[in-house]
T-cell receptor, first 113, second 114 residues
Framework: GAVVSQHPSRVICKSGTSVKIECRSL??????MFWYRQFPKQSLMLMAT?????????EQGVEKDKFLINHASLTLSTLTVTSAHPEDSSFYIC?????????FGPGTRLTVL | AQSVTQLDSQVPVFEEAPVELRCNYS??????LFWYVQYPNQGLQLLLK??????LVKGINGFEAEFNKSQTSFHLRKPSVHISDTAEYFC????????????FGTGTKLQVIP
């Protein structure tokens, strides 16, 4: 099956710094990728839809200036958490579609101190 | 828009016993349905999916699910669970046609008791 990777798998940063998370489709091209956020013991909440070559579409309640998404190529989407605060600590997961199936990355655990 | 309800937040079951995890969905259009498994601190792995055709879908690790349109359900079953099946299970729905936003249920924690 198709493989989606994320980097880093884990990041710890100080409050006020920015963190970039990469999502790559390793063996297929993805014009559309999705970014999800998962709080402990909760479900995945869609944050935004990332479209190659155009602006991302954010879900209601998600601050686009806080969570910057760039889909620069057909295999790479990045999520930058700007001026991170402890409440941004979460598990971030990306995904990409291939043939009606959504493939998920392994996730990135962000901890903001 | 679609929605998914997983009524059971936790399901304890003894090893080698059968299990059913319930999932109901709501949608005004035709849908694709999925079950995913998530182990601690990991991403999601697809167990099985229903796109069309036979309503009984078989997946990996001995799991199966049945799509019931009249009851808008997609319950997940396994005849005999193993310790290794202990994980979080998510039911998900999307409008059919591909490349659509996926909506997840709140998850069911399956706890297999030795």
């Amino acid at each position: 099956g198709a493989v989606v990777s994320q980097h880093p798998s884990r990041v710890i940063c100080k409050s006020g710094t920015s963190v970039k998370i990469e999502c790559r489709s390793l063996d297929f091209q993805a014009t559309t990728m999705f970014w999800y956020r998962q709080f402990p013991k909760q479900s995945l909440m869609l944050m935004a839809t990332s479209n190659e070559g155009s602006k991302a579409t954010y879900e209601q309640g998600v601050e686009k200036d806080k969570f910057l998404i760039n889909h620069a190529s057909l295999t790479l989407s990045t999520l930058t958490v700007t001026s991170a605060h402890p409440e941004d600590s979460s598990f971030y997961i990306c995904s990409a579609f291939l043939a009606n199936e959504q493939f998920f990355g392994p996730g990135t655990r962000l901890t903001v101190l | 828009a679609q929605s998914v309800t997983q009524l059971d937040s936790q399901v304890p079951v003894f090893e080698e016993a059968p299990v059913e995890l319930r999932c109901n969905y709501s949608s005004s259009v035709s849908v694709y349905l999925f079950w995913y498994v998530q182990y601690p601190n990991q991403g999601l792995q697809l167990l099985l999916k229903y796109l069309s055709g036979s309503t009984l879908v078989k997946g990996i690790n001995g799991f199966e699910a049945e799509f019931n349109k009249s009851q808008t359900s997609f319950h997940l079953r396994k005849p005999s669970v193993h310790i290794s099946d202990t994980a979080e299970y998510f039911c998900a729905v999307t409008a059919s046609g591909g490349y659509q936003k996926v909506t997840f249920g709140t998850g069911t924690k399956l706890q297999v008791i030795p």
